[in-house]
């Protein structure tokens, strides 16, 4: 991953985190926790692709699953954000925008409904029998509603910061593909070659006005020296 993109996802992450433990899993909400980290995730991945979002959601599972109040066994969570960050960042188009906000919410709902079914498949694996006593009809309904609430407020920022920061890394390296660096070096670009034109004409006409003085020097004394050859002949 390139170094703007963690300086970036660093602090999302774990603000994120923050949100959640702190605030979001205290409000004693019926089923589900709303999950702000998983948002994060998913926004990150729409912009930096499979790959980028495979990574941040597989470090901020496992960062989740390390902070306290943890009652589960860890990498649990991290298989799941790892595995949620993988198939968000699949539905990038090639551009890197979305033309509209369909898909992102269709990835939202996804992303709720598979990391309920995931979470609670691996506990079941693992003996841990929480999700039946609450319901896996509860949950996701709970965890989509939840989720989808909190989206609008939360996957549209974190996409414009993540492309934000790859706009000016591209800017910075002038490489191509970048809109916003491409169009501000496009521009200098533009605006050095007129200049070089203008010198190149300039000094085009200066040599003309400067030959063609030379060529009328040469052929005045051109003329003088017929003259004077013409005067001796005739004498």
């Not at 609450?134 to 989206?151: F, H, K, P, R, W």
């Not at 790859?166 to 070096?185: F, M, N, T, V």
């Amino acid at each position: 991953m390139r170094i703007n993109r963690i300086l970036l996802s660093a602090p999302l992450v774990v603000v994120a985190l923050v949100i959640q433990v702190t605030i979001l899993a205290r409000l004693q909400l019926p089923g589900a926790v709303p999950d702000l980290l998983l948002l994060v995730v998913v926004g990150l991945a729409l912009v930096y692709g499979h790959v980028g979002g495979a990574l941040i959601g597989f470090f901020a599972g496992l960062l989740a699953d390390l902070a306290p109040p943890s009652d589960h066994a860890i990498g649990r969570y991290a298989l799941v954000l790892c595995v949620i960050g993988y198939a968000a960042g699949l539905t990038r188009p090639e551009s890197g925008r979305h033309r509209s906000a369909t898909l992102p919410l269709l990835v939202v709902i996804g992303a709720a409904i598979g990391s309920t079914l995931m979470y609670a498949g691996v506990g079941a694996l693992v003996g841990d029998t929480a999700a039946r006593h609450v319901g896996i009809v509860g949950l996701l309904l709970s965890a989509t509603l939840y989720d989808l609430l909190l989206a609008p407020f939360t996957v549209p920022l974190v996409m414009a910061l993540a492309r934000r920061t790859d706009s000016d890394l591209l800017a910075g390296d002038g490489s191509p593909g970048g809109s916003a660096g491409d169009g501000g070096y496009g521009w200098l670009t533009t605006g050095t070659g007129l200049k070089a034109s203008r010198g190149a004409m300039k000094s085009v006409r200066a040599g003309a006005r400067i030959g063609s003085q030379r060529g009328g020097l040469l052929g005045k004394s051109a003329r003088d020296k017929v003259g004077r050859i013409k005067g001796v002949k005739r004498l």
